[in-house]
């Protein structure tokens, strides 16, 4: 991975504005990357934001290839995928588990297998 993966700027789809590569910690303590439009001012009487409210989170992991497994999920019936872990090693999760990059957060159905 180079040091440049993401281009510095970009054109938002929302109002096309420049954007703008920006990465920090949120508030709440989460470590954040994406991309914000800099189609926007701080009103500094009501302390908010206004203008276009458009961004794009980005990650530096992107989401594995995901290759359908044979079967179905035992938990709630869903689709099976194969998924490589940054690791490298081979596991079948449920379509159905949803993880956010954005907010770091998993939800929806947590089934997952290591076949042999
Ligand atoms: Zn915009
Ligand atoms: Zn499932």
């Given at each position: 991975m180079s040091e440049n993966q993401f281009p510095e700027t970009k054109t938002c789809p929302q109002c096309g504005s420049e954007m703008k590569f920006r990465e920090g910690t949120s508030k709440a303590g989460k470590p954040y990357k994406g991309y914000f439009c800099t189609n926007r001012t701080l009103?500094?009487?009501?302390n908010v934001w206004e203008g276009c409210d458009y961004t794009e989170f980005v990650n530096d992991n992107p989401a594995p290839t995901w290759q359908p497994y044979e079967g179905t999920c035992p938990k709630c019936g869903g689709a099976l995928v194969w998924k490589t872990t940054a690791k490298g090693d081979k596991m079948v999760k449920c379509v159905n588990g949803k993880y956010d990059f954005a907010t770091k957060t998993a939800s929806g159905c947590d089934y997952k297998d290591f076949p042999k």
């Open positions: 009103n500094k009487e009501t």
